[in-house]
């Protein structure tokens, strides 16, 4: 199985931050990953697609970039509403793994 | 708009099963893989199993094999997870998703507990 690794697991920003989540694949996954969100209580949603693909309705703010085994999402300007949970996930070969989350706060 | 709507959660014992159904609308449904996500409480998400469109290529995770059925029906635009064996650690809100390989549709979670 492909093990997904995020970093950080907890991130502190502030209203307006440019703030980076990285995801580390286990190996290659050319770039077969997805990036969500999700606030409390609520389905995760879709941001993000094949590595850098911003998904249809989503803030341009947002944006998903790397290869290989490595890949970040970042937010440009923070806004309130973005402060909840983000995961990665691959789908590359199954299982079709997520990693752990982080949470910005 | 594109709705996943599960049924069948609840509270079963250990060892005991349960059904959960999810029915699609506004999406072609016969031409997507599906899939079931997990969640237990206070953790991550946790793929599960998914489908091929007919039915006929089915993937389960590890911990889940031989305990848990996945299957649909096009026709009624649903996708089940026949569970058995449960177990505690399968306590979590298990959402039904969609489409393909990554998930664009989500349903709002079916909570089910394995409790004696």
């Known amino acids: 199985d492909i093990q997904m690794t995020q970093s950080p697991s907890s991130l502190s920003a502030s209203v307006g931050d440019r703030v980076t989540i990285t995801c580390r694949a286990s190996?290659?996954?050319?770039?077969?990953l997805a990036w969500y969100q999700q606030r409390p209580g609520k389905a995760p949603k879709l941001l993000i697609y094949?590595?850098?693909r911003l998904e249809s309705g989503v803030p341009s703010r947002f944006s998903g970039s790397g290869s290989g085994t490595d890949y970040t999402l970042t937010i440009s300007s923070l806004q309130p509403e973005d402060f909840a949970i983000y995961y990665c996930q691959q789908y590359y070969s199954t299982p079709r793994t997520f990693g752990q989350g982080t949470k910005l706060e | 708009d594109v709705q996943l709507a599960e049924s069948g959660g609840g509270l079963v014992q250990p060892g005991g099963s349960l059904r959960l159904s999810c029915v699609g609308s506004g999406f072609t449904f016969s031409s997507y893989w599906m899939t079931w996500v997990r969640q237990a409480p206070g953790k991550g998400l946790e793929w599960v199993a998914n489908?091929?469109?007919?039915?006929?290529?089915?993937n389960y995770v590890d911990s889940v094999k031989g305990r848990f059925t996945i299957s649909r029906d096009n026709a009624k635009k649903s996708l089940y997870l026949q569970m058995s064996s449960l177990r505690a650690e399968d306590t979590a809100v298990y959402y039904c998703?969609?489409?393909?390989?990554?998930?664009?549709?989500w349903g709002q979670g079916a909570q089910v507990t394995v409790s004696p």
């Open positions: 094949a590595a850098g």
């Open positions: 489908i091929k469109q007919d039915g006929s290529e089915k």
């Open positions: 190996q290659d996954i050319s770039n077969s």
């Open positions: 998703a969609g489409r393909g390989f990554y998930f664009q549709y």
